[in-house]
């Protein structure tokens, strides 16, 4: 199971981290991934935290703003949001698949078979 956590509202600008803990598995051998949902919009991946090759994947949208890290230790994986935009203003999801490099970077919805509940971003003055 994964629970996620930390949304909220923000206004322009500003900064949220949302985290992914897992209960009853460890992650060390799972790609994780972050994907969002806007209203009447399909669920886009945002970022992908690899574990074959131990690289971080992201969008072109949040590229340079979001930051994926993760703490085995903690079975919790995070998105640091930084310089939040209106346009990313959305629900937030992670899922956990054992998967290579090359289906992590793609950050496709359908690679991953666990997921978390989605938590509300919304970034609006």
């Not at 969002?36 to 994947?57: F, H, M, W």
């Not at 993760?70 to 939040?84: E, G, H, I, P």
Request: charged content about 20%.
């Amino acid at each position: 199971q994964l629970v996620v956590s930390g949304g909220g509202s923000v206004q322009p600008g500003g900064s949220l981290r949302l985290s992914c803990a897992a209960s009853g598995f460890t992650l060390d051998y799972y790609a994780i991934g972050w994907f969002r949902q806007a209203p009447g919009k399909e669920r886009e991946g945002v970022a992908c935290l690899s574990i074959t090759d131990n690289k971080s994947y992201y969008a072109d949208s949040v590229k340079g703003r979001f930051t994926i890290s993760r703490d085995n230790a903690k079975r919790t994986v995070y998105l640091q949001m930084d310089s939040l935009k209106p346009e990313d203003t959305a629900v937030y999801y992670c899922a956990a698949e054992v998967l290579f490099a090359s289906t992590c970077m793609k950050m496709r919805a359908i690679d991953f078979g666990s997921w978390g509940q989605g938590t509300q971003v919304t970034v609006s003055s």
